[in-house]
Nanobody
């Protein structure tokens, strides 16, 4: 059974940085894509950044230039480096991984940015 475990969330002041990690277990296959989504309070879940097995990256416009996604295929781990954080980045951040037609989600980690 595939499990994704996120870590690295927390409370930070505006302008600060956080680094989220997501480690997968329960499979020996390499995920086609891994990524990060977030759900702000009272809003729908949205894509933050995603990276394919081959390294193709997609960012939401709102985080371009501030966030960096990276992954280690062998370790089945994806990271999200978040710099210059803003209060509007406050959300629960979820890790997602795609393996062929299946998709898996982590339990989420809270990121709160104070002004």
């Amino acid at each position: 059974q595939v499990q994704l475990v996120e870590s690295g969330g927390g409370l930070v002041q505006a302008g600060g940085s956080l680094r989220l990690s997501c480690a997968a277990s329960g499979t020996t296959f390499t995920f086609n894509a891994m990524g990060w989504y977030r759900q702000p309070p009272g809003k729908q879940r949205e894509l933050v950044a995603a990276i394919t097995f081959g390294g193709v990256i997609n960012y939401a416009d709102s985080v371009k230039g501030r966030f960096t996604i990276s992954r280690d295929n062998a370790k089945r781990t994806v990271w999200l480096q978040m710099n210059s954080l803003k209060p509007e980045d406050t959300a629960v951040y979820y890790c997602k991984a795609n393996l062929y037609r299946e998709e898996y989600w982590g339990q989420g980690t809270q990121v709160t940015v104070s002004s």
